[in-house]
């Protein structure tokens, strides 16, 4: 959502002058309204430096994709550096973009561009992004999902999690240092399912012929073993999901400041409710990331006191407490080794309310599941809503409806699997809201928007 920054700073650094000296203003409120306005810039620049971070990272993708492997390494900084899983750590952008190359499959003296066959999608999904006080620096928690391979040769999922920091130079925003954690590269014949644990040393085959400037600092082992990348928002950091608190405009007089008061107000509200598309953005990354590694105390503080969760036919639990048990059925607190439970959060339509209280948001999931050696594939439509708490973005209701189920090996089509009824051990507070069926059935979730053009809600054909 683009900021239009307004003339009012212009306006107030030009016309001090002629403003202080008027006989019928009041100095005091002149010079609140000044820091007002400075602090509302200041607040405009975070939230664009968000937006930009977000461009950086999904052009990243896009250049790695198609082979431009120079490209997606003008987007660091000359001396940045890139950890690549166990393999080590590279330094400088000419090493970066070698590494790209020989991950990627090409060639550092042909140039850009791919050989014939060759598959490098590398989707760069679900950042959670946090920008400093100053305005200088920034962190990014990323997930990346790979479709690798060549024609008639090999193809090959992978997932991965980034972790970045960001630094501004002259105005532009770049990749200072990068940490990609590989979860797992398999096969897509048998797929994550079929995966071994992983023992002893597993870099890659790319670290033997080109070497790491430096050893990675520490060691992991990838899927089946669970393994949690450390969270640069961890620790109480709430900066990632806040926003300006709710608050009502006052009267305001009729004299000339009293106006650019108003305006000020107005532009309190435009900018706060901007942050908070970008706060509810990273509550529900957050959100995905805790389920993914079976944190489901973090998940369910991310809820007001009274939220509510429903999952597909599994029934609605109210309160953070229960909205704890019914997370767990999906096992323990922490996956266990061999467990998947990939919840990737995408596609997202967020409406903020004009007075910044509350908001809804849709959002689609893809999933990748594995549990007790059974490899699923799912997915399914998230509408949600959310209140600003003081400032901090809450969940007060959650729902995922369920589009399918189905075996990894066979397909969704072939074998897809009904959802799980209440459960009777950890039974809900309240029945389904919606009874229905996932796939085959086809079921339309109903949308919290009207149609962005016509401005018509859509209507189900019966």
């Known amino acids: 959502m683009p900021l239009v920054r307004s003339s009012l700073l212009a306006l107030l650094m030009v016309g001090a002058p002629a403003l202080a000296t008027a006989q019928s203003l009041d100095a005091s409120r002149l010079t609140a309204l000044q820091a007002r306005v400075v602090s509302l810039d200041r607040e405009t620049a975070y939230v664009e ?257 009274d939220g509510s969760y429903e999952f597909g036919q599994g029934g609605v639990y109210i309160g953070t407490v229960h909205i704890e048990r019914a997370l767990s059925l999906v096992g323990p607190q922490g996956l266990q080794p061999g467990q998947l439970n990939n919840y990737v959060m995408e596609q997202q339509v967020i409406h903020v309310s004009p007075d910044n209280r509350t908001a809804k948001a849709r959002w689609r999931s893809d999933v990748e599941l594995e549990h007790d050696g059974k490899g699923r594939w799912g997915g399914g439509v998230y509408e949600n809503e959310y209140v600003n708490d003081h400032g901090t973005w809450k969940f007060s209701k959650l729902h995922y409806y369920v589009t399918f189920w189905g075996d990894y090996d066979v397909g969704w089509v072939a074998k897809p699997f009904p959802m799980d009824p209440p459960s009777a051990t950890v039974p809900p507070d309240r029945p389904p809201t919606v009874v229905y069926q996932s796939f085959p059935k086809l079921q339309v979730v109903p949308f919290d928007y009207v149609h962005p053009v016509t401005g018509k809600p859509l209507v189900e054909e019966k």
Request: avoid cysteine.
């Open 49 to 305: 430096a968000i937006t930009k971070i977000q461009r950086l990272g999904k052009a990243f993708g896009y250049y790695t994709d198609k082979g431009y492997f120079s490209e997606a390494a003008d987007l660091f900084a000359d001396d940045a550096t890139f950890q690549w899983g166990t393999d080590g750590v590279y330094k400088g952008k000419a090493r970066i973009r070698e590494l790209l190359t020989r991950h990627g499959g090409g060639s550092v003296k042909e140039g850009p561009g791919l050989p014939f066959g060759r598959l490098n999608l590398r989707m760069q999904l679900q950042p959670v992004v946090t920008v400093a006080a100053d305005g200088l620096t920034a962190h990014a928690r990323w997930r990346e999902w790979g479709l690798l391979g060549e024609y008639r040769k090999s193809a090959t999922w992978g997932d991965a999690i980034i972790e970045d920091e960001y630094l501004q130079q002259g105005g532009v925003w770049k990749i200072a240092t990068r940490r990609y954690y590989l979860n797992f590269e398999a096969s897509y014949q048998g797929g994550w399912p079929a995966l071994k644990p992983v023992s002893g040393d597993w870099r890659s085959p790319v670290a033997a012929e080109f070497p790491p400037d430096q050893a990675a600092p520490f060691q992991y082992q990838p899927f089946p073993a669970v393994f949690v990348p450390p969270y640069h928002y961890a620790n109480g950091n709430l900066r990632a999901i806040q926003s300006r608190p709710p608050f009502d405009p006052p009267k305001r007089s009729d004299d000339r400041l009293g106006k650019l008061e108003s305006l000020a107000d107005a532009k309190e509200l435009q900018l706060g409710r901007v942050e908070s598309v970008r706060a509810i953005e990273n509550l529900q990354d957050m959100y995905g990331y805790y389920i993914d590694k079976g944190q489901w105390q973090q998940a369910a503080a991310l809820f007001t006191r």
